[in-house]
């Protein structure tokens, strides 16, 4: 069976819908951040509604769901974004309708499941931390066995950070799929990971799509500009 897992959807339609129709699965699961950035969050959340089988919650949903701000929770090196992120989160408010709000809010914080004999462990960022807490990419071996200790799962999945990895922490894997709709690695490609529980394979996949439509409805309804500049370089802009 092959498991398709996406994180960091944010909004985006277009690139959702690519991997969707060009990636053969069987099981979908998402690690979380179905909305805020891109202008289809409602489209967005009605597809995993729909398709997702298992799904989590992350930081901007929860930003979304209880009507908070986003700002306070930025680390210092995206200060320079808080009015950009908090404007991006009252449009995606206001987007979406009070059934989707609360799908967002009844999202659990972390899935344990099975699938054909493997076990899997899901959560937008770490077990027992904020969903705004990162799990640095270049983090040490150790320091991942320390925040799963007590975790019993085979594959651990990971999001939040935009940037793609596999990761074998003794017998078991990490993987973090990378973002579907924002990366942050330099590659603006929607980007997913693909399980085969059959051979116990992993992979880590890249697809172009066609950005023309969600530009045009960025700059109509006069959306950040940091959200162009994401899906054109895969990457935020600088200070």
């Known amino acids: 069976m092959k498991l398709l897992i996406l994180s960091d959807i944010h909004g985006n339609l277009h ?17 979380g951040d179905l ?7 409602e489209e967005c959340i009605g597809i995993i509604r729909h398709i997702g089988d ?6 901007h949903d929860f930003v979304i769901a209880h009507d908070r701000k986003f ?25 979406i309708g009070e059934s989707d709000k ?7 914080r972390e899935q344990h499941f099975e699938v054909e004999d493997v076990t899997f462990y899901m959560n937008h960022t770490i077990p027992g931390f904020s969903l705004h807490h990162y799990l640095p990419p270049d ?7 320390d925040y799963y200790d007590g975790i019993q799962a085979d594959i651990l999945i990971t999001g939040h950070t935009h940037i793609p990895y596999v990761k074998k922490i003794g017998r078991r894997r990490l993987i973090n ?19 085969d529980t059959s051979t116990g394979q992993v992979e880590l996949n890249r697809l172009t799509y066609d950005i023309s439509e969600t530009l045009r409805v960025l700059s109509e309804l006069a959306y950040p500009k940091y959200l162009a500049h994401c899906l054109t370089h895969g990457s935020l802009p600088a200070c």
Do not use: W
């Open 54 to 59: 298992r799904v989590c919650m992350g930081n």
């Open 35 to 41: 909305v805020m950035g891109y202008p289809f969050a």
């Open 15 to 31: 690139a959702l819908e690519c991997v969707l129709k060009r990636t053969p699965h069987d099981f979908v699961v998402c690690c």
């Open 102 to 108: 609360s799908y967002l809010k009844n999202l659990p």
């Open 177 to 195: 799929p990378g973002s579907v709709g924002e990366p942050r690695d330099g590659d603006p490609r929607a980007c997913f990971a693909v399980f």
């Open 71 to 95: 700002s306070p929770q930025l680390h210092n090196k995206y200060a320079h974004l808080a009015a950009e992120l908090d404007r991006s989160a009252n449009l995606t408010r206001q987007s």
């Open 139 to 145: 983090s040490s071996e150790q320091k991942i066995i």
